[in-house]
């Protein structure tokens, strides 16, 4: 934190002395939520979370059917059988878990997807009203980068500018 008060330090030393700095702020999270395209976005990613979800919890009642099965059975099973089965089991069990890894990648994966452009959007508009506006720095309060708070927010000037 004190490395970054330093460069902030120094390169505002260097732009007062070419000029005159603007700072302003904005919550990108605040943004974000008022973009009707996030809400999409969300409620699709909402979806494939819940399809994932079921998919797992149908191997997980596969693999409690089997467990039970066995539990019950295996008494009366011949040490053959009954090692096929735990192999099964264990081998059921591995692939949930392989499963498990795969869906939150997935899920991770079809964040990025979903949100990506919907951020890109965000973002290109902040650099837009900055450059109009003759901003030097825009500094996001959502990210806990707050240096300076006397800027000016510039979150109506992006609301206007995407229309919300």
């Known amino acids: 934190m004190?490395?970054?008060v330093v460069l902030?330090?120094?390169l505002s030393t260097q732009v007062l002395a070419q000029g005159k700095i603007k700072i302003g702020h904005i919550d990108s999270n605040e943004l974000l939520k008022l973009m009707p395209e996030r809400e999409d976005a969300q409620k699709k990613l909402e979806q494939h979370a819940k399809t994932l979800e079921q998919q797992l919890m149908n191997m997980g009642n596969e693999f409690e059917k089997k467990y039970k099965e066995f539990l019950e059975q295996q008494a009366t099973m011949s040490e053959l059988i009954r090692q096929t089965r735990t192999n099964e089991l264990q081998e059921l069990q591995m692939?949930?878990?392989n499963f498990q890894l795969s869906a939150?990648?997935?899920l991770e994966k079809r964040?990025?997807?979903?949100?990506?452009?919907?951020?890109?959007?965000?973002?290109k508009a902040i650099e837009?009203?900055?450059?109009e506006n003759g901003y030097t720095y825009i500094l996001d309060v959502a990210s806990g980068a707050?240096?300076?708070e006397a800027g000016d927010d510039i979150l109506p000037l992006v609301k206007k500018k995407l229309g919300l």
């Open 2 to 4: 004190f490395s970054v």
């Open 8 to 10: 902030m330090l120094v």
């Open 95 to 97: 692939r949930i878990e």
């Open 104 to 106: 939150q990648q997935d």
């Open 111 to 123: 964040e990025i997807e979903l949100l990506g452009p919907i951020v890109d959007k965000a973002k």
């Open 128 to 131: 837009e009203v900055a450059k």
């Open 146 to 148: 707050l240096l300076y």
